[in-house]
């Protein structure tokens, strides 16, 4: 690959080598990349949550969390990035387990800088098109670290057939993520249709999935095509499934399974080609226990989980989002776009956005509306916001308790500066209860500090 086609490629390298470290960036610098340091696992995921990269190349033996633990976060969080592991101490061995474990490149010091360039030209080629630009093809605002680490598994799942079910609070923007799956699969051509299950009444929703025949029920005066059928060579997206009834989930299991519908009314069945994409505001595990939900469906459905964070999580998209909204505004009424003063701005970009992407874009429409002018001001921002935030569906009591205990146990292990033991400690809990609390909240610890 050349220099020219590496340009902007973004590496990030980690070893506790100062020396070394610096050596490295030098030489790969060289070669058109943009490099980031940093010498610890530890400051990487720091650094990973907040910005994004082409490939990472680490050492593996470093202080705290070496690299095969570094990789493991990494596959996790991230599995679309590919990562090259340095060592002083590289064996036969040491590579076929490396490799089994996904690492891209083995690589033994003294580093050999062709090998290093040409496993690294071959990691951003097969990795294909960079972050930014795969959020520029979903029609997805954001420069966000995670969500554009998101969308380069988009990008991985939207070819393959396997269910997807998107995890998020509302007003996160779970509709645009999955139409960006359907636009990055082989149905991309065919229809993306969607129903909010919650949103219709559960003795409609069979009919409005399934169809009907003329005369099937009261009220069906003629033939009805259902959503599945709409969607057929296409994506159906089932947003909110945690509110399907019960007796509909037994359906539509079966469906999932024999690949075929049955009409309310009909007697035959009828064949179907969709790809499902799901979605839920709700904890489905706890749906679960309290027998709110199908386990076997949610395991059909649940193949692979994207989890939308909320706003405030990703906050260097509030500014982004408003001027998007803005324009959005001023193009449909055909008026010069209306900007925020810079006071303005940091009172959105420091709310909290309990009502999420929602709630900013309805405070953007309102403010554009109220603003006589071309500069929006702070003063109508910060008025916008406290009768915004009023309107916005409180959370539930057991939501409010998660949340609490989430946060709780997050604050004990910062106190406890990440040792789990010393947290147990300030919480007045034994170790093990204090585990178990760690992994109902899936807490990492290796990144609290």
Known sequence: MSTEQNQGARILLVDDD??????????????GYQVTTCESGIAALQLLKNNVFDAVVTDLRMDEMDGMALHRQLQNRYPALPVLMMTAHGSIPDAVEATKQGIFA?????????????????????HGLS????????????????????????????PTQVNVLISGASGTGKELLANAIHQHSHVSEGPFVAINCGAVPGELLESELFGHKKGAFTGAIKDHQGLFQQAQGGTLFLDEIGDMPLNLQVKLLRVLQEKTIRPVGFEEEIPIDVRIVSATHKNL????????????????????????????????????????????????????EKRFANDAMHALVRHDWPGNIRQLQNVVEQVVALTPGEVISAQLVESALNSNTNNVEPLSLNDAKKEFERDYVINALKMAGGNVAEGAKLAKRNRSDFYKLIKKHNIDVDTIC
């Open 18 to 31: 100062a020396s070394l470290l610096k050596l490295l960036a030098i030489r790969i610098e060289s070669k």
């Open 131 to 158: 972050a930014d630009e795969s959020a520029s093809n979903s029609n997805i605002v954001t420069r966000s670290g995670a969500m554009l680490h998101l969308l380069e598994q988009v990008k991985l799942l939207g």
């Open 285 to 336: 595990p706890d749906a679960i226990a309290n027998q709110q939900f199908r386990e076997d469906l949610y395991y059909r459905l649940n193949v692979v989980n994207l989890k939308l964070p909320p706003l405030c999580e990703r906050r260097e998209d509030v500014s982004l989002l408003a001027q998007y909204f803005s324009a959005t505004i001023a193009k449909r009424m055909d008026q010069k």
């Open 106 to 126: 083995f690589i033994t010091k003294p580093v050999d800088k062709d090998e290093l360039f040409d496993s690294l030209a071959k990691a951003i080629e097969i």
